[in-house]
T-cell receptor, first 115, second 119 residues
């Protein structure tokens, strides 16, 4: 079974540019989460999809960040325009939507560097 | 609000020696606790979890963790460290979510502890 995959693995962009990160969850997982780790800090929750619906976006830093999950399959996270403080590793995770499901499965992350 | 503290940024241990990576948490209700590991250039991998029941939880790669409610701790342990255990370890607690929904959850992570096992 394929795991959670994220594209690209690395991205270096200039301040003011736009970047789109993609996450393909494990097939059949309705829950999809985005997290971010800024260098040396905690991994912080950004938002949660259940299928195509945004269930909780309380962790999104500001309106420069836009997440979508059209059709309830893969998700994209767009940063526009990117700022220096957006640099970090962006993780995507997925889990089944059923009672008793507890742990989430994470992708390898996208390392974003804004210069 | 939930929080997790990993008091050590780095832990060094000799190969073959026991290792402990510390974690304490704060949560208003009953915690669900997790350990994840990140090997170099890899994603986060689930190691083990405590949900309920036996306070000693066994996980992948010979790791175990002990839930201590009175000390609000969930330290990760391994009896004999391997060089291949060198990685970044994250403790996490399941956050309460304001909405209902089976299988939904949001994790609160610690800052991570870098474990170096010295040959």
């Amino acid at each position: 079974e394929a795991g959670v995959t994220q594209f690209p693995s690395h991205s270096v962009i200039e301040k003011g540019q736009t970047v789109t990160l993609r996450c393909d969850p494990i097939s059949g997982h309705d829950n999809l989460y985005w997290y971010r780790r800024v260098m040396g800090k905690e991994i912080k929750f950004l938002l949660h999809f259940v299928k195509e619906s945004k269930q909780d976006e309380s962790g999104m830093p500001n309106n420069r960040f836009l997440a979508e999950r059209t059709g309830g399959t893969y998700s994209t996270l767009k940063v526009q325009p990117a700022e220096l403080e957006d640099s970090g590793v962006y993780f995507c995770a997925s889990s089944p939507y059923r009672t008793g499901s507890t742990e989430a499965f994470f992708g390898q992350g996208t390392r974003l560097t804004v210069v | 609000a939930q929080s997790v503290a990993q008091p050590e940024d780095q832990v060094n241990v000799a190969e073959g020696n026991p290792l402990t990576v510390k974690c304490t948490y704060s949560v208003s209700g009953n915690p669900y606790l997790f350990w994840y590991v990140q090997y170099p250039n890899r994603g986060l991998q689930f190691l083990l979890k405590y949900i309920t029941g036996d306070n000693l939880v066994k996980g992948s790669y010979g790791f175990e963790a002990e839930f201590n409610k009175s000390q609000t701790s969930f330290h990760l342990k391994k009896p004999s460290a391997l060089v291949s255990d060198s990685a970044l370890y994250f403790c996490a607690v399941r956050d309460k979510v304001a909405y209902s929904g089976a299988g939904s959850y949001q994790l609160t992570f610690g800052k991570g502890t870098k474990l170096s096992v010295i040959p």
